[in-house]
């Protein structure tokens, strides 16, 4: 059973940096996409980035082009999502998910991990 667990979340003021970081257990990712979403409160969830575990293209939202860079360290089986020049509209829950299927099709994402919450502060 796939695992993710998030880690790095907090308060930060405007223009600032965080970088999440989330933990994959539970069986080999080979294959699959890894990818990170946010929720702002009283907004439904959305896509910011994803990336093939065994490498290859990234994909970014629009919003968030030239700040947040993902990546992975497979050695450690964790995924990040190093976050500059951070805006108060990106507040919001993270999660950090998995796509067994191996596409970038939101629906395809199946595991989710439980969230971390990022502040900005204006």
């Known amino acids: 059973q796939v695992q993710l667990v998030e880690s790095g979340g907090g308060l930060v003021q405007a223009g600032g940096s965080l970088r999440l970081s989330c933990a994959a257990s539970?069986?080999?990712?080979?294959?699959?996409?890894m990818g990170w979403f946010r929720q702002a409160p009283g907004k439904e969830r959305e896509f910011v980035t994803a990336?093939?575990?065994?490498?290859?293209?990234?994909y970014y939202a629009d919003s968030v082009k030239g700040r947040f860079t993902i990546s992975r360290d497979n050695t450690k089986n964790t995924v990040y999502l190093q976050m500059n020049s951070l805006k108060p509209e990106d507040t919001a829950v993270y999660y950090c998910?998995?796509?067994?299927?191996?596409?970038?099709?939101?629906?395809?994402?199946?595991?989710w991990g439980q969230g971390t919450q990022v502040t900005v502060s204006s």
């Open positions: 998910a998995a796509n067994r299927f191996g596409t970038v099709v939101v629906a395809h994402f199946g595991s």
């Open positions: 990336i093939p575990w065994s490498g290859g293209n990234t």
């Open positions: 539970g069986r080999t990712f080979s294959g699959y996409v």
